[in-house]
């Protein structure tokens, strides 16, 4: 059985053949700003490209339902209608297993089926990106939840009178962990007369993962602060995820932990100090990386009945 | 098929037997304070008194595992060691059938099969009593978790930095919302020269949910005051449990509601005012009262394969 694996993400389109975690032959495309019909045809494309598939699978921002419908997905130009997903790209492609989930969701499926969390039926995932969103898998299933809201840890509140969140609501973990936030974060606390190496690396642009990493290694007091409140933020949700659905194994990835791998045992301990002695649990580094969303998608393709 | 329910409380033990949600035959004895043994006996009693019956739930404070061995429950004395319940009571009883849970699942099993969540497949309860419990069904299926954790909604987290609560934590929910946790902070207010109807009422005797409930109609600005920090919290707890798994509908229950009926649309309110348009869960009362536990105890032991 032949698989594709696709990540839409809002810059660029990913697309591989995949066996299990083996990628082979891959493609990539800026992602189309002229709506769903472009961004349809580019993955058609990249599909034909690639010798087509049996089966193909599509990782993607925003809210999917259980048709492979789009609905909300603010990072791609042009979604703001629901975007019968699955349907459009299998009558483009001629595939008719066509499966589409939200990238939170994909990434969660490759590791589980794959990668860190291979073979445990209790699985929480946090990938501290931009934002931040996570997955669950309770019982050996991928929980998506009626209306497809799974994925939407960041926005579990960590202070309730606390820092507003980009989404509106206030003291959410994304407001604190975010890498957009933390961004913020430091270019309020540099305008406020504080200087830090953040803003110095920075400078106008947009402030990287590696930023973080560098001014940490450059031990800038104000990079250290705003790390231990993220850490704190995704180590209370942990602990507050361990008592509201018990899940005993914790998957930490996404660029921020990528490039400060310190984080994954920064957070255990911080959702560890939370928690009575005995039910801490085991954190570990995301293993799939960039291939997350492939590897997930085949395997999200693979899984359809 | 006769089915008893037992509900094994911290003071007394509720038995009966039940059709559906139907009540038959009730006992009621003080919980024994000499350990498992003398439980186990006050049940076998109650059980030959009420003629016997095919099969047996039991309802207990304190975590079980899958083969009904409670571990950990502190308001029952001497019950320090785990107490493989179920085979006890079998041995004791001569019923073969017998399932054991903690009493929160068994709540959130009696509203699901019987009250006030009747099929539907994905609901959050919630019981504010002395603390605050509560129970998840997902996909139809109770969630148990690998560690019995589910029903410590209490501990998550509303506030990182925030009030102590009596496990030792921080800023749990149950230190605002817990029956208990009011009580102290009433005493606390009232110490430091502030005057409350709540301990006027009370005097030296536990402030019971009715005492809260009084003081509030008699408009007494400190029990408006903790009541509105205690459905702050849930609603808090509410709205990050809709985004942790995504729950669209919640029955809230227990004593503390029992008095308060108002506190339902409350809590809908504030977890509505942390949620985007439309994804606000539906949040009703607990239908079934004091008999959730015998109800739901007999609808456990009715689901046994």
Same mark, same amino acid.
């Not at 483009?92 to 499926?109: H, L, P, R």
């Given at each position: 059985?032949?698989?594709?694996?696709?990540?839409?993400?809002?810059?660029?389109?990913?697309?591989?053949?995949?066996?299990?975690?083996?990628?082979?032959?891959?493609?990539?495309?800026?992602?189309?700003?002229?709506?769903?019909?472009?961004?349809?045809?580019?993955?058609?494309?990249?599909?034909?490209?690639?010798?087509?598939?049996?089966?193909?699978?599509?990782?993607? /921002?925003?809210?999917?339902?259980?048709?492979?419908?789009?609905?909300?997905?603010?990072?791609?130009?042009?979604?703001?209608?629901?975007? *019968?997903?699955?349907?459009?790209?299998?009558?483009?492609?001629?595939?008719?297993?066509?499966?589409?989930?939200?990238?939170?969701?994909?990434?969660?499926?490759?590791?589980?089926?794959?990668?860190?969390?291979?073979?445990? /039926?209790?699985?929480?995932?946090?990938?501290? &990106?931009?934002?931040?969103?996570?997955?669950?898998?309770?019982?050996?299933?991928?929980?998506?939840?009626? @209306?497809?809201?799974?994925?939407?840890?960041?926005?579990?509140?960590?202070?309730?009178?606390? @820092?507003?969140?980009?989404?509106?609501?206030?003291?959410?973990?994304?407001?604190?962990?975010?890498?957009?936030?933390?961004?913020?974060?430091?270019?309020?606390?540099?305008?406020?007369?504080?200087?830090?190496?953040?803003?110095?690396?920075?400078?106008?642009? @947009?402030?990287?993962?590696?930023?973080?990493?560098?001014?940490?290694?450059?031990?800038?007091?104000?990079?250290?602060?705003?790390?231990?409140?993220?850490?704190?933020?995704?180590?209370?949700?942990?602990?507050?995820?361990?008592?509201?659905?018990?899940? *005993?194994?914790?998957?930490?990835?996404?660029?921020?932990?990528?490039?400060? /791998?310190?984080?994954?045992?920064?957070?255990?301990?911080?959702?560890?100090?939370?928690?009575?002695?005995?039910?801490?649990?085991?954190?570990?580094?995301?293993?799939? &990386?960039?291939?997350?969303?492939?590897?997930?998608?085949?395997?999200?393709?693979?899984?359809?009945?």
């Amino acid at each position: 059985m032949d698989v594709i694996g696709v990540d839409l993400g809002g810059t660029k389109v990913l697309a591989a053949t995949v066996d299990g975690a083996t990628v082979g032959d891959r493609r990539k495309r800026p992602t189309p700003v002229d709506g769903p019909t472009a961004v349809v045809a580019a993955i058609a494309g990249m599909v034909r490209e690639l010798g087509g598939a049996d089966r193909l699978g599509i990782g993607t /921002p925003g809210y999917v339902d259980d048709e492979g419908v789009v609905r909300g997905a603010p990072n791609l130009a042009g979604w703001d209608e629901p975007v *019968p997903l699955a349907a459009l790209v299998a009558e483009a492609t001629g595939i008719a297993a066509v499966a589409v989930d939200n990238d939170v969701n994909v990434a969660t499926m490759g590791e589980v089926a794959h990668g860190a969390a291979a073979g445990r /039926p209790d699985v929480l995932t946090v990938f501290m &990106g931009t934002g931040v969103g996570g997955g669950l898998v309770l019982g050996g299933e991928l929980r998506r939840g009626p @209306r497809g809201l799974v994925g939407e840890i960041g926005h579990v509140v960590v202070e309730r009178d606390g @820092r507003r969140c980009a989404c509106g609501g206030r003291g959410h973990m994304e407001a604190y962990a975010g890498r957009a936030a933390m961004e913020a974060e430091a270019r309020r606390r540099h305008a406020a007369g504080e200087a830090t190496a953040l803003v110095d690396r920075a400078g106008d642009r @947009r402030m990287k993962s590696g930023t973080f990493a560098k001014a940490l290694a450059d031990r800038d007091p104000v990079a250290a602060e705003i790390l231990a409140e993220a850490v704190d933020a995704v180590g209370c949700v942990v602990a507050s995820a361990v008592m509201l659905v018990d899940v *005993p194994f914790v998957v930490l990835g996404g660029g921020v932990v990528e490039k400060l /791998p310190r984080l994954v045992g920064d957070v255990a301990a911080a959702a560890a100090a939370r928690l009575d002695d005995g039910l801490a649990p085991e954190v570990v580094a995301a293993a799939l &990386g960039d291939d997350a969303g492939i590897v997930g998608a085949a395997a999200l393709a693979a899984s359809l009945p």
